[in-house]
Nanobody, 124 residues
């Protein structure tokens, strides 16, 4: 059974930083693209960042480009999201997702396993 467990969320002031982690177990992590999505209250889940299985390709939402960085450690079966220069509008539940083996995408339907989410709250 696939498990994705996020950690690292919390409360931070605007301009601050957080590092989210997602530990993956129960599947071939090394062949799966990974992604981060977020959902704010009353809004739809939106794409934040994605990284290919090799780590050679990354994509970001326009709203986070230059501030967030996605990375992965295959040896640890873990994907990370570094959040810098946080803004109140970044407040949301952040979800880690694993894509279909060998595929790459940035849309929710292109990911078939999801974590439970971790709350990020940015105060002004």
């Amino acid at each position: 059974q696939v498990q994705l467990v996020e950690s690292g969320g919390g409360l931070v002031q605007a301009g601050g930083s957080l590092r989210l982690s997602c530990a993956v177990s129960g599947r071939t992590f090394s062949r799966s693209a990974m992604g981060w999505f977020r959902q704010a209250p009353g809004k739809e889940r939106e794409f934040v960042a994605a990284i290919s299985w090799s780590g050679g390709r990354t994509d970001y939402a326009d709203s986070v480009t230059g501030r967030f960085t996605i990375s992965r450690d295959t040896a640890k079966n873990t994907v990370y999201l570094q959040l810098n220069s946080l803004k109140p509008e970044d407040t949301a539940v952040y979800y880690c997702a694993a894509g279909f083996a060998g595929a790459y995408g940035t849309r929710p339907y292109e990911f078939n396993s999801w974590g439970q989410g971790t709350q990020v709250t940015v105060s002004s």
